[in-house]
């Protein structure tokens, strides 16, 4: 069984300037997340989607941070503009159900760098 | 607010050693508590989870964690620690229904030879 794809695994950019992620959860999985893993801390989730609705969103800084899940498969995660803060490494994982005992499947991730 | 404190930053113990690496945690109700773990480029890998039931659990890789409600605690052990368990690892929370987990800021373990 494939596990969770995420491209590209590295990026750098200039602050101002925009960048997207892409996911691709594991199939028929329907519940997919974003989490954002700053230097030291532990993954912070970012939004959260249900087939191709947001279940939560309380935690994504919504003037720069959209995410999207088009038919309810692959989802794309972008910031624009970029900041200092936003380095990082964002992670994508996706479970079957939206219940908490259901395991989180994580991709390796994306690093990004904004300089 | 449901939170984690994993005390410990880094640790590092002997290859052949036990291990224990700490969890506390703050949540209202019954919690559901998760230990993962991740390598270097990684994402992270489930070790055990602990919904209800009997308070120690095992896990993959030799892995095992006690409940402890009265100390709201949730701590990691192994009792001989491999190389290849050197790692970064994350315990969280998460609550009945609500699928959000909660991740503490993490413990890396180095294993001397």
């Known amino acids: 069984e494939a596990g969770v794809a995420q491209s590209p695994r590295y990026k750098i950019i200039e602050k101002r300037q925009s960048v997207a992620f892409w996911c691709n959860p594991i199939?028929?999985?329907?519940?997919l997340y974003w989490y954002q893993q700053i230097l030291g801390q532990g993954p912070k989730l970012l939004i959260q989607f249900q087939n191709n609705g947001v279940v939560d969103d309380s935690q994504l800084p919504k003037d720069r941070f959209s995410a999207e899940r088009l038919k309810g498969v692959d989802s794309t995660l972008k910031i624009q503009p970029a900041k200092l803060e936003d380095s990082a490494v964002y992670l994508c994982?996706?479970?079957?159900?939206?219940?908490?005992?259901?395991?989180?499947?994580f991709g390796p991730g994306t690093r990004l760098t904004v300089l | 607010a449901q939170s984690v404190t994993q005390p410990d930053i880094h640790i590092t113990v002997s290859e052949g050693a036990s291990l224990e690496l700490r969890c506390n945690y703050s949540?209202?109700?019954?919690?559901?508590l998760f230990w993962y773990v991740q390598s270097p480029g990684q994402g992270l890998q489930l070790l055990l989870k602990?919904?209800?039931?009997?308070?120690l659990v095992q896990g993959i890789k030799g892995f095992e964690a006690e409940f402890k409600r009265s100390q709201s605690s949730f701590n990691l052990r192994k009792p001989s620690v491999h190389w290849s368990d050197a790692a970064e690892y994350f315990c969280a929370v998460g609550g009945d229904g609500n699928e959000k987990l909660t991740f503490g800021t993490g413990t890396r373990l180095t294993i001397i030879p």
């Open positions: 949540y209202g109700a019954t919690p559901y």
């Open positions: 199939s028929g999985h329907a519940t």
């Open positions: 994982a996706s479970s079957l159900v939206t219940q908490a005992y259901n395991e989180q499947f």
């Open positions: 602990y919904f209800s039931g009997d308070t």
